[in-house]
């Protein structure tokens, strides 16, 4: 069970769906995991402490500390933790672990942890809609913090919308996802993974440039993956719109092509794997206007030049790195993809069609097949998370051989 066994650390502020945390509890603790639970001290008003140390089995804290005068260690519950859940997070605590208002058990124990923290906000409608709200929920997700998000529904105000706590089912679901395929958690423990993700932009005048629908989300995923397996992960990202989730993943943003492959050869040396999953263009305009090019012709013609070849490069300079490539083929797939693998000197590539309906560019799935030198493995439409798992799985098999 891929709970089984994990330290759950329950952290619950003062909203009125603290009252679900009971439910909760129980749910994580059934399914194997170990649990703590701390509260602020508001938290109490809503929910009893004998109820949840009797469901957790462990002694419930909201200050720092006890009666007897011994400290309740915040540092100690932090490292423990091999993932801390904000649940209910209400407004007033969201601000506080933001910028940091270190005034409570449960604010120290978050700032001093090192694992992957979960937020679930819950609000009256207003207060879930205000910018700071808003605003400290994008500093929290910039933080690399996952976000649960509330949902619609009655809400205790008697009010109607967004803000509802998401169900103790939801929550647990996330979690379940997070340490998915994570069950050997050091597979990759002593290794540096290079990943490139993303499209690349290239420039033709200040406001235009070429570029392609790439969203990074599959370069993400993979990158997030190796980091649960404990490895250390460099990720070099050309623009997009996706945040990073691991305090094991380094992220470098670039935009150009150019920029990418000056990143790249900073860490491809000392790295153990290479994955090379951004959608760099091949070309980028000769010249870039210094201002905005005028509508005055009825064509316009830009000149193109080739950019440096990353994966080729890398391919020429390889030593012991383990290097994958991936392609996008819109014909003559197979063939493209073993000729690249081949023309390249990869060690693997992974083939996503555009012809497969929900794989590819944008979408949150993917239908890859994958080809080393001497095997060929064809995948089912899966989430591309998922997707990575089957990724890593296949460059751990072939690099064992
Ligand atoms: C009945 C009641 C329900 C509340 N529900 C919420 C809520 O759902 N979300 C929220 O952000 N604040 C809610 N509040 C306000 C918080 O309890 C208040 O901001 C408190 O200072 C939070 O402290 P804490 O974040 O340290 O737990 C509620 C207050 C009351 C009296």
Redesign the pocket.
Known sequence: MTLEGKHILIC??????AYKINYLVRMLVKKGAEVQVL?????E??VSKLTLSTLSKNSVYSEFSSADGTWNNHVEFALWADTILIA???????A?MVHGMCD?L?IATYMSAKSPVFIA????LD?YQHPSTKQNLEMAEDFGHFIIPAENGEL?SGLEGE?R?AEPETIVEKIEDFFEGSDNPQSLGDKIVLITAGPTYEAIDPVRFIGNHSSGKMGFSLAEEAANRGAKVILISGPSAQKISHHNIELHKVTTAKEMFEKVFEYFETSDIAIASAAVADYAPKEVASEKIKKKEDSLTIELVKNPDILQTMGDRKTHQFLVGFALETQNEEDNAIGKLERKNLDMIVLNSLRDEGAGFQKDTNKVKIFSKNERVEFSLKSKKAVAIDILNFVQEQILK
Request: glycine share 10%.
């Open positions: 619950i502020s003062g909203g009125i769906a509260m602020t001290p508001s938290a008003n809503f209910p997070c209400t407004a007033n605590t969201l506080k409570n449960v906000p819950a609000m009256d207060m205790a803000g706590m």
